[in-house]
């Protein structure tokens, strides 16, 4: 039995393809995964084909070599251990059996070749065999079972080995759909006999949700949700969970959010669903207002009211198509607000007929809410608390004051401001809920206000505490704080946060801050006039060259001639095709991404480039292209290019 831990896991496939003499790296099959499954848990792995869960299943056993991050398995680091020394065992989509071998041989082959001796191969396969019902079948031939039994045995070929950990890659894909069933039962069974650790990855929704204690989504490489299914089901964390998840899927509405007399409300064209408030007091992101989408799921839009709701809405809707399944219906209605059908799961008794008008209603209690842009749920905790701030420009130095503090920024936030024009004046300050702590010192952001929920996070290990800011009218943050934190609704609560770890959103809300220094690029070169076209020959220290040249003298460069430093600011790059192309020859930079930050409207990469020690930072806005191991060019504006001269952010504060 064993316990597996992953942080930070990231996996980056150097597929060895080459283009002309440059080696192509692709993209992050596998981002950035954190992810702790318990001693004999069964977790299950989901997401769409190509979201990286085969990837992620083979890191763990040792197939895949882990680029960055770590494994632990039983808390040791397993990231160098040979697969044979982590004691899992892996079962694939094909079975692989060995066709003119009997089942038992296939079932004996692997202890076979670890030279486990014939009395004790003999107990384990029976054993087995048992397990699986494959007993009368023991001395039949491998081709001649039938797909269920290829995968039992293969299922005993893991069994008989006793391993710590078993992983499975969607071991059931290919067998058909009334078999399936029954395995999906079986290896459930078989996991409270065998009570090992069972990591089981599939495409397919309804195996998540029946199999999994836990079960993890993944998307493009990435986790969405983490959860038991009910949460996944009840509680979506963002839009995609919430419709990954469900047949027929959560209706998904355009609306706006609002707030009146009566408390907060989404407007679907003329209809206002009300959002309860216990729900309502989740919603943390600053004014209550703005594009958001509604989720609904079929079984909770209803043709009648239902006894009891308290929060209950009303939409009109046209019937179109009714699908009779016996046990019950799905409607398939227009509504105003919603491009294509909404489906509603209703009893099959109720006759409702093509083009029939109807009445819709929603239990507010089982709504939920996205936001149109990050199309996250609002009603989880927010990936930033916000506080709107002001920064002022004093004595060369950045100063911040919002909810209560006033603080002179440090230098170790100042370098990661990628937008110096947005840093002053208006700005939002953005913590993340799990960077509050309940207590810290006089050098921490500090947070006062009154809890107005607090939740245990579905036993998550946490408790979320919503406060209502003092001081700052509609502001509530919520803070991830530890589960034993006592902590009653009305409570005064004192938040603290470090300073390193706050983020700053310029008035248009898109970030300016970055997870990295924003240095200004530095290297050595030389400066030369040639012809009245400045050419820089940029030289890093081992070697690597680059040639840039200008028309004309943007910098007045031409009074610095010969040996220098050369600096070019990280907002000086352009990686739009169409500025590529445009782009005078010599003015252009290329290599390849080896850090990549996206954010609204932009993103900050850095980017290996010949001509520079250290790869060059770019602050891109409008950038959404390739991340990490993608080949870009970035054209290079003369502007941004100074020369021997020391750079400081007062100094160009000061040119303001
Ligand atoms: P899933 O199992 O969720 O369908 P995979 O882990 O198999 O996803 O693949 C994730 C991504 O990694 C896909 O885009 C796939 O094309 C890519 N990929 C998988 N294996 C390799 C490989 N050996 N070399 C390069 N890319 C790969
Ligand atoms: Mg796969």
Known sequence: MSSISLKHASKVYSGGAHIGKEHIVGDRVVNDVDLDIADGEFVVIVGP???????????????????????????????????RERDVAMVFQTYGLFPHMTVYDNLAFGLKLRKVSPEIIDEKVREAAEMLDLTPYLYRQGKTLSGGQCQRVALGRAIVRRPKIFLLDEPLSNIDARLRVQMRTEITKLHHKLKTTFVYVTHDQTEAMTMGTRVVVMKDGVIQQADTPNALYERPVNLFTACF???PQMNIFKAKLGKDSNGVF?????????????LALRIVDGEICGDVLLGVRPEHMRTEPTVGAKFESTLDATVDVVENLGNESILYLNVDGKDDYATARVDAQKRLGQGEKTTLYLD???????????????????EYDRLSAKSEAR?????LSFAGNDIELPQSVICRITDRAAAIGNVTVGIRPADFRADGNDADIKICGKATLCDDNGGRGDKLVYVAVDGQKDTTVVATLPADMICEIGDAIELYAHIDDIELF??????ITTDMP??????????KNIGGKVVYKLRSARGGKAKLAFDGDARGAAGYLGQQSIYILPDGFDADAVAVKNAPRNSILSGTVTHADFYRGGAVLTVKTKGFDEPVTAVLRGYNGGGVGRKIKLAVDPKSIAIGMRYSFSDELKRK
């Open 49 to 83: 084909s190509g979201s990286g869960k085969t990837t992620l299943l083979r890191m763990i056993a040792g197939l895949e070599q882990i680029t960055s991050g770590e494994l632990y398995i039983d808390g040791k680091l397993a990231n160098d251990l040979e697969p």
């Open 364 to 382: 507010g209690e089982h709504i939920c809410l996205f936001d149109a842009y990050t199309e996250r749920s609002l009603f989880a905790p927010p």
């Open 266 to 278: 989404a407007a679907i064209g003329d209809s206002r669903i009300a959002v309860p408030d216990p």
């Open 506 to 511: 310029g008035e248009s809300g898109a970030r």
């Open 245 to 247: 998840l469900g047949s």
């Open 518 to 527: 924003v240095s200004l690029n530095t290297t050595q070169g030389v400066v």
């Open 395 to 399: 004595d060369g130095a950045l100063y």
